[in-house]
Nanobody, 123 residues
Framework: QVQLVESGGGLVQPGGSLRLSCAASGSTSSSYAMGWFRQVPGKEREFVAAIRWIDGITYYADSVRGRFAISRDNAKNTVYLQMKNLNPEDTAVYYC????????????????WGQGIQVTVSS
């Protein structure tokens, strides 16, 4: 079983940057993907970005493309989400997840989730 632990969230001003980290422990597979989702109260969990572990191919939501970058460190079993030019609409609880490299953008594709971390963009 895989455990995921997120870190790096917090409060940032509009236009600022944050980097989220997600460390995976336990049994993982190179055929998997790791993704980032976000959720605000009253709304469904929203796909943000994902990366395929075996080849590093990345996927982004249109709302974050060009501002966010997902990357991985194979040796550390860690995935990162570098977020730049943040705006108040990016405020949410961010979750990382791991699952098969199948339906990358759909939450139900993923087998395990982190506990979530708050990102607040406000002046």
């Amino acid at each position: 079983q895989v455990q995921l632990v997120e870190s790096g969230g917090g409060l940032v001003q509009p236009g600022g940057s944050l980097r989220l980290s997600c460390a995976a422990s336990g049994s993982t597979s190179s055929s998997y993907a790791m993704g980032w989702f976000r959720q605000v109260p009253g709304k469904e969990r929203e796909f943000v970005a994902a990366i395929r572990w075996i080849d590093g191919i990345t996927y982004y939501a249109d709302s974050v493309r060009g501002r966010f970058a997902i990357s991985r460190d194979n040796a550390k079993n860690t995935v990162y989400l570098q977020m730049k030019n943040l705006n108040p609409e990016d405020t949410a609880v961010y979750y990382c997840a791991i699952g098969p490299s199948l339906i990358i953008r759909v939450p139900s594709n993923y087998d395990a989730w982190g506990q979530g971390i708050q990102v607040t963009v406000s002046s």
